[in-house]
């Protein structure tokens, strides 16, 4: 499906290296660049991470160097908007923003910038541009031949079907309408067909060229543990590996984030809650800290995440179940942007099984819809339990081809860095199922999984004397297989939708096909739990590695360079600061490590670096030289 990238336009790339200070693109970014640059739509599929934005911006600058004018920038998200502008500006790119946080003295010198075409980049939410006054400004630069391109970030937006959905995108088809011989440049993370169709469907971008990039995101490692007690677990997972690291984790419910920030805060770890119930006032100091702050763990709903650029989040815990693979995939995605090693950790249980069919039960959607929403499920489910390569089946439901994890890469998933080992549970489940029956046969009634595990375990509990169930043939019969076993075998039947649950106890109810395993005709594998079962082994991959710290340094350093990196660290703290703008926007990491190890003596030493460009060479490099020199020495 990937189209070969056309010829690398030399003039793209050196404007690439000259205001970017990189020195290449990217798989497609080249290919992309040249399209747009020559007037062609585009529909641009990439991961999180991949390098989006240098899509359109490159495209930006060239057309505006060639005297085409300003560049729209449709984006979702006004309360980032600022920080995008300022990365620009610090590349020496001229940029700005319009939404309601400007003064009305500050907007009417934006629309100035803008109407005289010096601006190059205009970023501006879909509500504001589509409005009259807007489009009337934009009639004028058109007929003066000064509007050069739109590119529409976070396209899915536009699709009911996505997760995303915005009414205002809606309108955006507008802009084709009115100015069809501007081209048109949109981008989004998400993959999946149908949203692509409507993408190109609603933005009336049927002739655009599409450019699908690769999924595949190696520095990240995908990791599934069974919930045991998942706060614990996931407090291990912190302090274990994230001693200090800048990470989210998301929650479902708006009480479980503020809940966990708590709790994770009372432990000592800096955790900030986001939800959209929060007052937008503390859901942008949050936000900020996050952004600006080294190591903040942010708590939080899927309200947050997106067009969040941040480079070094190191890790993204999920402690419930994302809805469907699309949403893991893109949560997940928001870890290691700056291609250092990352974590996507996700703790996954019964219960969360149970939560999200029921959900999609309950929900007053047309069974069409719902039939949707099972499916996705279920693969998701498959993935959760899965013990083969996860990357492999994360980037086949993205219709990609890909091995499973090598030593080559530099992140390896869970079940590739250690074979889980697995018992076969196919008699235990048949146990459970006629446990079931035998229940129904002796008093008509339906129980919930821990009086069933109770039964199955010969547990003399109240209940069970109240219905007389140690009487039953089936009563003690799972004596042998934990209790947190028997839950992973309900928890595969109700997966894989044998059993379903009902109801306010979520009583466990058989499906039709629960017969299909009652006659042995389903083997159930399922991965050992981490208290070892008493039956059935199966093989450790010989030589496979154990889970361990990950947290190498962007680049390695001796003594002396790790000096040098923590005063340039210093130093960057302070210009952030000085241009109310988070670090990572001056340089980021990666950068002063090269910087630290190199230790450039001169300007032209220092302007080779990956990441420092033209307009920061000028404006930085002395300061940057003079503290290399004060701490070397
Ligand atoms: P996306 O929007 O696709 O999630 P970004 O545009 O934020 O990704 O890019 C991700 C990171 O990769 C950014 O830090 C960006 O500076 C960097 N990057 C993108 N393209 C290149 C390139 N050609 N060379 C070096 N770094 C790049
Ligand atoms: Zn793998």
Redesign the pocket.
């Known amino acids: 499906m990937n189209l070969p990238p056309t010829s690398t336009n030399a003039a793209a790339e050196s404007l690439?290296t000259e205001v970017?200070g990189?020195?290449?693109?990217?798989g497609q970014?080249a290919a992309i660049v040249d399209h747009v640059i020559a007037d062609g739509d585009a529909l641009v599929l990439?991961?999180?991470?991949?390098?989006?934005?240098?899509?359109y911006q490159v495209p930006a600058i060239a057309r505006h160097r060639a005297g085409r004018g300003v560049s729209v920038v449709v984006s979702p998200l006004i309360a980032l908007m600022h920080d995008q502008v300022g990365a620009l500006e610090e590349a020496g790119v001229h940029a700005a923003f319009l939404n309601s946080t400007l003064t009305s003295e500050e907007a009417a010198r934006v629309e100035r910038e803008m109407m005289s075409g010096r601006l190059v980049l205009l970023y501006a939410a879909p509500e504001r541009v589509t409005t009259p006054r807007f489009l009337a400004q934009l009639d004028s630069l058109h007929e003066r031949g000064l509007l050069s391109l739109f590119a529409i970030d976070e396209a899915h937006c536009v699709s009911q079907w996505g997760h995303d959905f915005r009414e205002d995108y809606l309108s955006l088809n507008v802009l084709h309408e009115r100015y069809a011989d501007v081209p048109r440049i949109a981008?989004t993370?998400t993959a999946d067909e149908l949203t692509r169709a409507d993408i190109l469907l609603r933005l009336q971008l049927q002739d655009a060229r599409i450019f699908i990039s690769s999924f595949d995101r190696p520095n990240i490692r995908y990791r599934v543990v069974e919930k045991d007690n998942a706060r614990a677990q996931l407090l291990r997972f912190l302090r274990d590996e994230h001693e200090g690291d800048a990470g989210i984790v998301y929650c479902q419910s708006r009480r479980k984030v503020e809940e966990t920030a708590a709790w994770l805060s009372a432990e000592g770890i800096t955790a900030l809650p986001y939800h959209a119930g929060l007052d937008a006032g503390v859901r942008k100091t949050h936000q900020d800290r996050f952004l600006r702050e080294d190591g903040v763990a942010m708590v939080a709903t899927i309200a947050f995440g997106m067009g969040i650029?941040k480079?070094d989040v190191r890790f993204v815990a999920h402690l419930d179940l994302p809805k469907n693979i699309e949403s893991y995939y893109q949560e997940t995605?928001r870890a290691g942007?700056?291609?250092l090693p990352a974590d996507a950790w996700m703790a996954y249980g019964l219960a969360d099984v149970v939560n999200q069919r029921r959900m999609i039960e309950e929900s007053p959607a047309a069974e069409a819809f719902k039939r949707g929403q099972r499916g996705k499920l279920d693969a998701l489910l498959a993935l959760a339990e899965a013990h083969d390569c996860r990357r492999v089946r994360l980037l086949a439901y993205f219709g990609e081809d890909s091995p499973p994890c090598n030593p080559g890469y530099q992140n390896v998933c869970d079940n590739c860095l250690r074979a889980p080992a697995t018992w076969d549970a196919t008699e235990a489940a048949r146990k459970a199922l006629s446990c079931i029956y035998r229940f129904h046969q002796h008093g008509g009634q339906r129980f919930g999984a821990g009086h069933l595990i109770d039964v199955l375990r010969g547990k003399a509990t109240d209940k069970v004397a109240q219905h007389h169930h140690e009487g039953l043939s089936t009563y003690g019969i799972g004596a042998d297989v934990s209790e947190t076993q028997w839950r992973a075998v309900l928890r595969q039947l109700i997966a894989l939708g044998h059993l379903r649950t009902e109801g306010e106890y979520n009583t466990l109810e058989p499906t039709p096909s629960a017969r299909d395993v009652l006659r042995g005709e389903v083997t159930l594998l399922l991965r050992e739990t981490v208290a070892t079962p008493k039956r059935g082994k199966g093989a450790r991959a010989p030589g496979a590695g154990r889970g361990g710290k990950i947290k190498p340094p962007p680049l390695p350093l001796d003594e002396a360079g790790v000096e040098r990196f923590t005063a340039l660290k210093a130093w960057r703290t302070g210009v952030a600061r000085e241009h109310n703008l988070p670090p990572?926007v001056v340089f980021?990491d990666a950068a002063l490590a090269e910087m630290a190890q190199r230790c450039p003596s001169s300007l032209d030493e220092l302007g080779a670096i990956?990441?420092v460009g033209a307009k920061k060479l000028e404006a930085y490099g002395r300061d940057i030289l003079r503290v290399l020199e004060g701490e070397a020495g």
Do not use: E, I, V, W
């Not at 990189?22 to 990217?26: E, K, M, S, V």
């Not at 990439?46 to 899509?55: I, Y």
């Open positions: 690439l970017f990189y020195a290449a693109f990217r970014q990439m991961p999180t991470g991949g390098g989006k934005s240098l899509c981008l993370a650029d480079p995605g942007r700056d291609g990572y980021h990956s990441g």
